[in-house]
């Protein structure tokens, strides 16, 4: 969940759904929301053999539709729908970056020697061709997950996909407004995710993958100073790390997708149930947005 700004005299702040107080009488919201959550697993799914709910996909848009369609149902009267193009694979971006890394890697290694008959000159064209590689792999990198457009963006796949977000107005005066997240679409079952000890080795890979991107022409520059040869070797092991992140990458889009009960239906039913709740109990003063989001598993592009 997540903390959207609103008009500066409106004080914004989250809602606790679970501690909101239920009476005898009430019905079972946390019931509610597994039911919601089931239903939308079942009802996006391509079918019993293909479930997920691909960023950009038709499931994804089914996933839109069935959120839609029980807000209609519940009678909130204020859903909107935001259409927009979003990334179909977060991999394939990852494997476009990180291909450029390994680009410099070679360029640094196969270069160097070619140029010329001075070991220096050549290791200075060399390092400047690989640097340059490895800067606008590292460009991409940071711009994508700066929510900042990039360079190239048109040539991965995209695909349309939407945001739908329904406002529930309080009794009296909006005094606050609280906006819940949670996003539609469901990630690839990759490899990465086989065991918790996996996951341990892919989150300590990931960092030094990423920046690995900035300390290796770093390291490959002050390999060509005398005496510091050693350095140009630490570089290279930086490879290993840039190329296990490009083959996930080119890797992980042939599995299927999760059927994403906890990424991210459990969310999504939360917020139906709240929906209903409210619609049952309206608040006295917080205006609650609900956003459910596309396209989160590719970056947030629907954010």
């Known amino acids: 969940m997540l903390y959207l700004p609103c008009s500066p005299t409106l004080p914004v702040s989250i809602l606790t759904f679970a501690g909101m107080t239920m009476n005898s009488s009430s019905p079972n919201y946390g019931a509610q929301a597994l039911q919601y ?14 479930p997920g709910r691909g960023s950009a996909t038709y499931a994804e848009e089914r996933a839109a539709r069935y959120v839609r369609e029980r807000l209609a149902a519940l009678g909130v009267g204020d859903i909107r729908s935001q259409p927009f193009q979003g990334l179909r694979s977060i991999w394939f971006f990852l494997a476009f970056a990180f291909g450029f890394g390994l680009s410099g890697h070679v360029a640094f290694w196969l270069l160097r020697p070619a140029f010329g008959d001075s070991p220096v000159l050549g290791g200075l064209a060399a390092w400047a061709l690989s640097s340059a590689s490895f800067a606008f792999g590292f460009y991409l990198l940071w711009r994508k997950f700066t929510f900042r457009d990039y360079p190239l963006r048109a040539a991965l796949p995209h695909g349309p996909s939407q945001n739908v977000i329904a406002v529930i107005r ?3 005066e909006v005094r606050r407004r609280v906006v819940l997240v949670g996003h539609l679409d469901s990630h690839r079952s990759v490899i990465w995710y086989v065991h918790d000890i996996v996951v341990s080795v892919y989150h300590f890979s990931t960092p030094l993958a990423i920046y690995g991107m900035a300390a290796a022409p770093l390291l490959y520059g002050l390999s060509l100073i005398p005496g510091f040869w050693i350095l140009g070797w630490i570089a290279a092991a930086l490879a290993l790390f840039h ?9 992980a889009d042939l599995g299927p997708y999760s059927p994403g009960a906890n990424d991210n239906a459990s969310a999504v039913g939360t917020l139906l149930a709240l929906a209903e709740r409210l619609q049952r109990q309206p608040l006295q003063h917080v205006e609650i947005w609900l956003a459910f989001t596309g396209c989160e598993e590719t970056g947030c592009d629907g954010m």
Do not use: N
Not at 39 to 44: G, K, P
Not at 243 to 251: C, E, I, T
């Open 170 to 172: 309080p009794q009296a």
């Open 37 to 50: 959550a089931t239903q939308l697993v079942h009802r996006a799914a391509a079918s019993p053999e293909q």
């Open 243 to 251: 190329f296990f992140a490009w083959f996930s990458g080119v890797s």
